[in-house]
């Protein structure tokens, strides 16, 4: 298991961050390559399943997901089911002092592909939280829009 996590602050309330995050159809808004849809359940709940595909074209890889934790307007968790990412994930929604939020996305992943995945995840730590980060930079920026 290794663990991913990022941080950004956003000038929108946190009921606006959370509205935006799990409206799962806009995850391709923000989401770096990524669409997500509703496949079983309403997706505002515990036990509800999303499939996320992340790539270009019909290259990459599909992402399933069922919700684990439904706390609006602060925390909704995932277990990851799919054959290339497993395990745990997390956003969590805080107010900061003064207003705005505080946006976290955490993840706890086995990494796919044995050795080699162990062995490559040094270079693709960085290049993931980077990632990582600027999808929620893209969400702040979608939840502070009028």
Same mark, same amino acid.
């Given at each position: ?41 309403d997706g505002r ?30 925390t909704v968790a ?32 086995? +990494?796919?592909f044995g050795p080699?995945?162990? +062995? ?18 893209? +969400? ?7």
């Open positions: 298991m290794t663990d991913v996590c990022v941080t950004v602050p956003a000038d929108a309330a946190p009921e606006r961050v959370f509205a935006v995050l799990t409206d799962w159809d806009r995850h391709g808004e923000w989401m770096f390559l990524t669409r997500a849809r509703v496949v079983a359940g709940g515990a036990g509800s399943r999303l499939a996320a595909f992340t790539g270009v074209g019909p290259v990459g890889f599909l992402d399933t997901m069922e919700i684990t934790r439904w706390e609006p307007p602060h995932v277990r990851h089911t799919g054959r290339v990412v497993r395990g745990t994930g997390a956003f969590h929604v805080r107010p900061r002092p003064g207003g705005g939020s505080t946006i976290r996305w955490e993840e706890r992943l086995d +990494l796919p080699v995945g162990r +062995l490559g995840w040094p270079v693709a730590r960085p290049i993931s939280a980077y990632l990582l980060r600027l999808s929620l930079r893209r +969400l702040a920026r979608l939840a502070e829009a009028p």
